[in-house]
């Protein structure tokens, strides 16, 4: 399956964005998908996961409260709602899939990446 990753942008302290990652060449409805970010020269972190069983979220500490991970099998896709972005969200967001049932943020274990889409929050 290919991830494509979009919705990226540049906005303001405390603005919003949704970031959408869509599949091609397969489904991710029985896929766990997480997101990611990297910025220049830092390792690729751990944002947000979605299980494909129950839908249980996993979310980092800095986002916690401010972003949303959701998932819409019907249009083979899952989202990261963000709100209230800060500028050290700053950041190309990737989005992953594992065919395990997993929120894990060790990102080995996701086999699935798409390109990623830059985010800039800056005034």
């Known amino acids: 399956v290919q991830l494509q990753a979009s919705g990226g942008g540049l906005v303001q302290p405390g603005g919003s964005l949704r970031l959408s990652c869509t599949a091609s060449g397969g489904t991710i409805s029985r896929s766990s998908v997480a997101w990611f970010r990297q910025t220049p020269g830092k390792e690729r972190t751990f944002v947000a996961a979605?299980?494909?069983?129950?839908?249980?979220?996993n979310y980092a500490d800095s986002v916690k409260g401010r972003f949303t991970i959701s998932r819409d099998n019907a249009n083979n896709a899952a989202y990261l709602q963000m709100n209230n972005l800060k500028p050290e969200d700053t950041a190309v967001y990737y989005c992953?899939?594992?065919?395990?049932?997993?929120?894990?943020?060790?990102?080995?274990?996701?086999?699935?990446w798409g390109q990623g889409t830059l985010v800039t929050v800056s005034s």
């Open positions: 979605i299980r494909w069983r129950n839908s249980l979220a």
């Open positions: 992953a899939a594992s065919i395990t049932s997993t929120t894990t943020a060790n990102r080995n274990q996701w086999s699935s």
